[in-house]
């Protein structure tokens, strides 16, 4: 079985608010796997559930075939990582510090690195073109190179699967792009899985090997980019007027947002 | 890197309390002449004085240290937070009930400084404790309210214990003897390993929990053993020596500023300088009167209080 990661009828709930409904999927091994969805739609929660920060109150999360909850806290760091959509920076470590802690969970209690270690670590910082960045301090970088250095500690973890929360929102263009590639290379390269939560749909469009579009808590769909990106279940999840079709640079869906001024128009085409 | 570590060891050990215990004996035994009087002086007072300044110090730094990583926020410390306050409170009533200083005493300041841990993370954590002013304001109340409760135990007593327990109140040492030092020695080393066991498990916490969960800490066991440890520590030094507030605030920033976030650098060294800190104020405060001398906790204070708002200055920012 390749499956990387298995969802089976995952509920959560914070008190009354139901935030996770039965959802089930799975995920390929070696697979560029997106969540997307409005907000207050699940995606972090979810996101959560299958680090294993949340415990589901139903349902439960497979990783390699294995439910999540028969891996000791270790071995699971070992065989996903985290990179969370923002974390704290106010404490001035070095991007090197930073990506070295990625080893500690093959370390002992106090996480002395070996000659090793510090070679896994210069590769992941290497493999995010961070060397130059190396030693300066996290406080003194910008948001882009931020995320990077917990993208490096993440790759320095040697997962075999990553999960990232939003890492590109709050970037800019150019950043984005950066981002997503490093994942592609990531997936190519390295074979590891890789399973995103985006806010945005094109972006996700162009990379994804698969995308899951979560409504309400709810799987609304899931599938390859051009079976779940339609106008049809965009609508239904994102509740605005979408207009769908082909990238320029083709294979991928394009979704473009249409303003309320350009709507009769939007009527008319139809 | 590990050139740095060994770089950052070396320069710690040679800045370390023993050298800064040398140096005070040095300079005691030229200040006075030598004598069979000056090997009494020094075993019997002096030494043992400056041991639990050194213990005290390097527990309070250490928990200021430990504060600040847990809760994430740089202005933490047990004094500020009030939980040196709380403990206080358990100790006064232990000393006005006759208990002795060991297990009585001691247990009702640590009693004290849990409940107001639990009182301060239950007041702040209702949105999140990382939020810098709701932690801060809650530490202020707190230490108002232990502050006027201290001060109703002290007006309702009337006889002779009352210097005594004002001056302690304001951080003294000078009550020490071999025998306080040893026992507070055997209750601090093991919190100290302890604490240095868990540098690597604050390290990671500093990036946030979510962070640290997936790369394997046990976030629950950590955070509980660090806290009661650190309220374990604060109360054993307030029962023996009173309210010596923010060295756990001026050791860990000046080491941090020198040797970086690394705890696993930061907590031998917040030891090793805290005590030396600790070891300096108090021979300040020994030094300074003219006649008698002042409680140490007044010099700490007013080293440490301007660099508080220093601090507070710059973190707002």
């Not at chain 2, 040095?26 to 004085?49: A, G, V």
């Not at chain 2, 906790?297 to 660099?307: D, K, S």
């Amino acid at each position: 079985m390749n499956t990387a990661i298995t969802a089976e009828n995952l509920s959560h709930s914070f008190g009354e608010d139901l935030v996770l409904r039965n959802v089930s999927f799975s995920i390929p091994k070696k697979d560029f796997f997106i969540i997307i969805g409005p907000n207050g739609s699940g995606k972090t929660t979810l996101m959560k559930v299958m680090s294993g920060i949340l415990k589901p109150k139903n349902g439960q999360v497979k990783i390699l075939n294995r439910p999540i909850d028969q891996y000791h806290r270790k071995a699971l760091a070992r065989t996903i990582a985290f990179v969370p959509q923002k974390a704290p920076t106010d404490f001035p470590f070095s991007v090197a510090e930073v990506v070295l802690m990625g080893r500690s969970p093959y370390l002992g209690m106090l996480g002395l690195e070996e000659e090793n270690d510090l070679k896994i670590a210069k590769e992941a910082i290497a493999f995010t073109a961070m060397e130059n960045l190396a030693h300066r301090k996290l406080d003194q970088l910008s948001g882009g190179e931020q995320q990077r250095t917990f993208i490096a500690r993440a790759i320095c973890q040697e997962p075999d699967i990553i999960l990232l929360d939003e890492p590109t929102a709050s970037l800019d263009l150019a950043y984005q792009a950066k981002i997503m590639d490093l994942m592609e290379k990531l997936k190519n390269e390295k074979g590891i899985t890789v399973v995103m939560v985006s806010h945005d749909v094109n972006l996700a469009a162009m990379y994804a090997d698969h995308l899951l579009l979560l409504h309400k808590g709810q799987v609304l769909c899931q599938g390859l980019p051009d079976e779940v990106l339609t106008y049809k279940t965009l609508e239904a999840a994102y509740g605005c007027t979408l207009l769908v079709d082909e990238s320029p640079l083709g294979r991928s869906p394009r979704v473009t947002l249409v303003p309320q001024k350009y709507m009769n128009i939007d009527r008319q085409i139809e | 890197m590990l050139l740095l570590g060994i770089a950052m060891v070396l320069g710690i050990s040679m800045g370390s309390t023993d050298s800064g215990i040398k140096d005070v004996l040095q300079n005691l035994f030229l200040s006075k002449t030598s004598d069979s009087m000056l090997y009494t002086i020094i075993w019997q007072i002096r030494l043992p004085r400056v041991l639990l300044a050194a213990l005290v110090g390097a527990a309070l730094s250490l928990g200021g240290l430990v504060f600040q990583a847990l809760l994430r926020n740089p202005l933490a410390e047990p004094y500020i937070l009030g939980i040196s306050g709380g403990s206080a409170i358990g100790a006064i009533i232990g000393i006005l009930m006759g208990f002795s200083r060991f297990p009585g005493v001691s247990l009702l300041a640590f009693t004290g400084s849990i409940a107001t841990l639990l009182l301060i993370l239950g007041m702040s954590s209702g949105q999140t404790i990382l939020k810098k002013d709701a932690l801060l304001l809650s530490g202020v109340m707190v230490n108002a309210f232990c502050a006027a409760v201290i001060m109703f135990l002290v007006s309702m007593t009337q006889d002779s214990r009352l210097h005594n327990i004002i001056f302690w109140l304001m951080g003294d040492l000078s009550m020490g003897d071999m025998h306080h030092a040893g026992i507070l020695a055997a209750t601090l080393l093991p919190c100290f390993v302890l604490v240095f066991w868990l540098s690597n498990p604050m390290n990671l916490l500093l990036m946030g929990k979510e962070m640290a969960q997936t790369m394997g800490v046990n976030i629950k066991a950590v955070t509980i053993t660090l806290l009661v440890a650190t309220s374990f520590m604060v109360s054993a030094t307030v029962s023996y020596c009173g309210l010596v507030g923010f060295v756990g605030l001026v050791m860990p920033h000046l080491l941090r500023l020198v040797l970086g976030p690394d705890h696993r650098v930061l907590v031998p060294a917040c030891v090793l300088g805290g005590g030396t800190y600790m070891v300096f104020c108090d021979l300040l405060a020994r030094v300074l009167p003219k006649q008698g001398e002042m409680p140490a906790g007044v010099i700490t204070a007013m080293i440490g209080a301007p660099l508080f708002i220093y601090l507070l200055k710059r973190s707002s920012r």
